[in-house]
């Protein structure tokens, strides 16, 4: 079972769950993904010591993370 979920200061927040043999869960997840990068929010896929930005949703994933992008200077 794969998690979209937003990182905030109060915590991750569930945004979609998909099962990669469920297409229109899938498909769900990916329309919800596609809401919150057009909102600003940034999509790295995480897992095994690894973060990796995605611009798709993978179906094959445990954990896709949201998050604001970090300013700085």
């Keep these: 079972m794969g998690r979209l979920v ?6 991750d927040a569930t945004i979609a769950t998909w099962s990669p043999h469920d297409a229109a869960s899938v498909d ?3 329309q919800a993904m ?7 929010y940034v999509a790295v896929l995480e897992g095994e010591g690894r973060i990796e ?3 798709e ?3 094959d994933a445990d954990l ?6 970090l300013g700085g200077g």
């Excluded at 596609?34 to 600003?40: K, L, Q, S, T, Y």
């Excluded at 896709?64 to 992008?69: D, Q, R």
């Design 53 to 55: 930005p995605v611009d």
């Design 6 to 11: 937003r990182r905030t200061l109060g915590g």
């Design 64 to 69: 896709v993370v949201l998050s604001m992008p």
């Design 34 to 40: 596609r809401r919150e990068v057009d909102a600003g």
């Design 57 to 59: 949703l993978p179906a």
């Design 28 to 30: 769900a997840a990916a």
